[in-house]
């Protein structure tokens, strides 16, 4: 996906970085010295403004799968904010580290049994903490602030689901079904585990940062919008994005409910899409 993108992206989304900056600058005005900040999946940087954030702190680490795309993010910046950055190549999934998209799709290929492809995708699923611990454990207790971007909708599922498309007909439709809950159920605990992960690699008393697509916006969807947080999270329970929502849950679990703030606001993603983004502030219990 950091791949497919126009040249005109880093200027159709000026109103989006400048949402998402609203959401550092509330965390810089309680946290006047900041050491070192997390950003994890960062890609190509589009929604960041980094130069401004790395005049705020010392030091940032920017996670994600793609170690091009962040180069590339970066290369252009002045040189006295990329002495400041980290680039940390990653899948925070854990799954690579036993192999799963080869082994899942193997199985596929093979044609086996729906009962042990969900088996083997259980398996995997129990053993995401101790994957997750092996890629984080490093960072524990590693920095001042640490913010997600868009990642919860990004992580896992979208593969997934394309990949078992491709070989639906091998399967009666309540075994493909059985299957696809199955990565469901797969892709939550990874968007949960992730965020406990995250919170661990948080300084005590230190910031969590989330922003998140939660829906794509209708027409038919501008008057609920209107109404607020609350009529969101309803339309959301029913034509947004399950892993959004299972992100902002496990997010407010892991921050104090005295300094929680949300905000949303309209991302234009590209010319045909816009989606509907949750930003959320929080410190650490």
Not at 115 to 142: C, M, P, T
Not at 195 to 208: A, D, P, T
Not at 262 to 267: D, E, F, G, M
């Amino acid at each position: 996906m950091n791949h497919n993108r126009d040249e005109f992206r880093k200027m159709r989304w000026k109103q989006h970085r400048s949402q998402v900056t609203g959401l550092f600058d509330a965390v810089f005005s309680k946290k006047e010295i900041v050491d070192k900040m997390a950003i994890v999946g960062a890609g190509n940087c589009d929604d960041l403004d980094i130069d401004y954030l790395a005049a705020k702190c010392n030091s940032i680490y920017l996670f994600d799968i793609d170690m091009e795309s962040m180069e590339k993010g970066i290369e252009n910046l002045p040189e006295h904010t990329r002495k400041k950055i980290q680039l940390v190549g990653i899948d925070v999934t854990g799954l690579d580290k036993m192999d799963f998209d080869h082994h899942l799709s193997s199985m596929l290929d093979r044609g086996e049994k729906a009962e042990e492809i969900i088996q083997y995708v259980k398996d995997a699923e129990n053993r995401l903490g101790q994957l997750s611990e092996s890629i984080f454990a490093n960072h524990y207790n590693g920095f001042d602030v640490i913010a997600t971007s868009a990642i919860y909708t990004q992580l896992f599922y979208n593969w997934a689901k394309e990949l078992l498309s491709d070989y639906s007909n091998q399967y009666q439709n309540k075994d493909a079904e059985e299957i696809k809950n199955g990565l469901l159920d797969l892709r939550d605990e990874i968007v949960r585990t992730l965020n406990h992960s995250i919170s661990k690699c948080i300084k005590e008393n230190g910031f969590y940062i989330t922003w998140t697509d939660i829906l794509k916006i209708e027409p038919e969807y501008m008057d609920t919008i209107n109404e607020g947080l609350g009529a969101i999270f309803v339309l959301a329970s029913n034509v947004g994005y399950g892993a959004a929502l299972i992100g902002i849950k496990s997010f407010i679990e892991k921050v104090g409910k005295s300094e929680l703030s949300l905000r949303y606001w309209p991302w234009d993603f590209n010319a045909n899409k816009q989606y509907l983004t949750i930003g959320i502030i929080g410190r650490l219990k």
